[in-house]
């Protein structure tokens, strides 16, 4: 195509949670398409916690580690603009495992790439309600966590993305719904605009004694995106016969080796709990179903999200950056163009 494409690569592995130092934006040519491929050019990137764990060597995660000099994956928005694949064609909007870069070539046969529609209200939520977080959140809810009209249901990072979809949908199974956060800002969103019977702000104090005093008759469900304290925390006042479903492990992102277990294990079995961990690509193929379950909630409002968007693939890693320190509320994106130009 003789334009440059800037790819964002990971030159070595990140040491704790300096994923900054791991990685480079370098200019090079957009790649010459093979049968099969598609070439695809961003308009935004989904950031995502879970990245941290592509960077790493670790050989036990839910997925292998990205080799070094390549680029760092990421699910994308974006348009078509050149296909190698009979099933694609320039000027599809699609909704694909790409790269941090201008393009992304994908092969659908090989990696997660769906076409999606242009007429939905908002772009943005292909990444979001109707996107990967919305499926997890979704399915975490209802098959995994098995949440029940007039259930206590309490949620882990319910700011974000994944965890503020978990918790509306769960009041609109019927739950009591009480998220776990970081700020008054943040609670104040929780039980102000998105419906939440209650927040916790894990900075104010014991989490599990607020808990106590919010769920006096147990947990039914807990849905986890961070592990660490706060799961035991949660642990320590679950209902007899509590699930847990278990999405995401934030707190042991930039951690390598052997990581602690849950001091309150024993609470397993005391209270005869369930785990279950779930990965989002086991149910990509799914996303159709569980979208026309959603639709309705979100046409009618019982769906927000707020998107916090960052300009210019440049700045990618000043958005990343704020997945770790407290400061995004809602879904991370960065934006490289309009997805419907």
């Known amino acids: 195509m ?74 994308v928005l974006g348009t078509v603009v050149d296909s190698r694949h009979p099933d694609y064609r320039a000027g ?11 393009f992304s070539v994908s092969r659908p046969d090989e990696v997660y790439v769906e076409r999606v529609s242009r007429r939905l209200d908002d772009p943005r939520q292909h990444l979001a309600v109707f ?111 509590g699930r847990v479903a278990v999405c995401g492990l934030l707190h042991n992102y930039g951690r390598e080796g052997r990581v602690p277990g849950p001091e309150r294990f024993d609470q397993i079995l005391m209270k005869r709990l369930r785990f279950t961990g779930f990965f989002s690509p086991d149910f990509y193929h799914r996303g159709p179903e569980v979208n026309r379950v959603l639709r309705p909630w979100y046409e009618a409002g019982k769906l927000r999200m707020r998107f916090e968007v960052t300009d210019g693939l440049e700045h990618t890693l000043i958005a990343y950056g704020t997945l770790f320190s407290g400061a995004k509320v809602g879904k991370a994106l960065v934006r490289l163009a309009d997805p419907l130009d």
């Open 131 to 241: 996107g990967a977080n919305g499926w997890t959140a979704y399915l975490g809810v209802v098959e995994y966590g098995e949440a029940r009209a007039g259930e206590t249901f309490v949620v882990s990072a319910a700011s974000g993305v994944t965890g503020a979809l978990a918790g509306q949908i769960a009041a609109q199974v019927g739950c009591r719904v009480i998220g776990i956060t970081g700020s008054a800002e943040k609670a104040a969103w929780l039980t102000g605009e998105l419906g939440f019977d209650a927040a916790v702000n894990h900075r104010d104090g014991d989490v599990a004694e607020q808990l106590r005093a919010l769920c006096p008759q147990g947990i039914d469900v807990y849905f986890d995106n961070v592990g660490g304290p706060i799961l035991d925390a949660a642990l320590g006042n679950m209902a007899l016969f």
């Open 2 to 75: 003789g334009e440059q494409n800037r790819v964002w690569k990971l030159v070595r592995r990140p040491v704790g949670n300096d994923y900054a130092a791991a990685v480079e934006l370098v200019a090079e040519g957009v790649p010459d398409l093979v049968d099969g491929d598609v070439l695809i050019r961003n308009a935004y990137l989904s950031l995502d916690a879970g990245t941290r764990m592509w960077m790493s060597a670790r050989e036990d995660s839910y997925s292998p580690p990205t080799p070094l000099g390549s680029p760092v994956i990421s699910t």
């Open 92 to 102: 599809d909007l699609v909704r694909a495992y790409g790269q941090w870069a201008d």
